[in-house]
């Protein structure tokens, strides 16, 4: 019961943190529609796109880059809960959550969930308004996407997770944001097929399939049409332990206690 108590008090401060912070939901969704709607309309001429696993027929750039966006949502939702961490490290409330009599396991991976749930929130958002301007997917889609985009958002928070374990200062977060953030939606299968990056570039059409961010679009793209894509989904939970596992380190009390 104590530890129920815990989680559902975290779960309440992130989701509390997000309700009063309006600013951060606008500017959640705000990104991905410029991408949506003003981006695309430019690619759409540029980029043509053949008929490709999961889609049966040929799609238009809008169809295509919509997983890319959930996923650009949830890096963007799990780097902004691990700015929370930084900021709760300099004001001492990560001090207070972590000497609780729980695992230290335990509390990260509620705060991690936390976010999680934050970033799925916000993807719902965004397809709701993608659908009203005629982006849909099959009806089936959106319930059996929401397993993967659970995953995803486990996986590029427990990336946030861990850079917050490194990084002492919030000054010094959004910069190393930067650093994080648009490499990997960039150097991806988000906007654009691995096949056209190997036309132009070999080397990044090998970056894209090592990134974990190219495997979580596509464990969302696939599961958006009802299939699963076992690779997507078993690089994407191995990423996913990879980062927990290693933000635990970094929690160890003998590397936080100067925090």
Request: hydrophobic fraction near 60%; charged fraction near 10%.
């Amino acid at each position: 019961m104590s530890a129920l108590s815990a989680a559902t008090a975290i779960a309440t401060r992130e989701l509390a943190r997000f309700v009063t912070q309006r600013e951060r939901f606008l500017a959640a969704l705000v990104r991905p529609l410029v991408w949506l709607f003003i981006f695309a309309a430019g690619f759409r001429a540029a980029l043509g796109l053949s008929i490709i696993a999961p889609y049966k027929t040929y799609i238009s750039y809008e169809t295509y880059i919509l997983p890319g966006l959930c996923a650009m949502i949830l890096l963007f939702s799990g780097m902004q809960s691990s700015l929370s961490l930084v900021h709760d490290r300099e004001n001492g409330a990560m001090r207070l959550m972590l000497t609780a009599p729980l695992p230290r396991w335990f509390m990260l991976g509620a705060k991690l969930l936390a976010g999680a749930l934050v970033g799925l929130v916000q993807v719902a958002a965004f397809l709701v308004i993608a659908a009203l301007f005629g982006l849909r997917v099959p009806v089936l889609g959106y319930l059996t996407a929401l397993p993967a985009l659970l995953l995803s958002a486990l996986m590029l928070g427990a990336l946030g997770l861990l850079l917050s374990a490194r990084i002492r200062q919030l000054e010094n977060f959004a910069g190393v944001m930067n650093f994080v953030i648009f490499p990997m939606f960039f150097c991806s299968s988000a906007l654009y097929p691995i096949w056209k990056m190997q036309e132009s570039s070999p080397l990044l059409a090998k970056l894209c399939e090592i990134n974990p961010f190219t495997h979580a679009v596509e464990l969302i793209r696939f599961a958006l049409y009802g299939q699963l894509h076992l690779a997507a989904l078993g690089w994407t939970a191995l990423a996913a332990v990879v980062f927990f596992a290693t933000a635990l380190w970094g929690y160890e009390p003998a590397r936080t206690r100067s925090s």
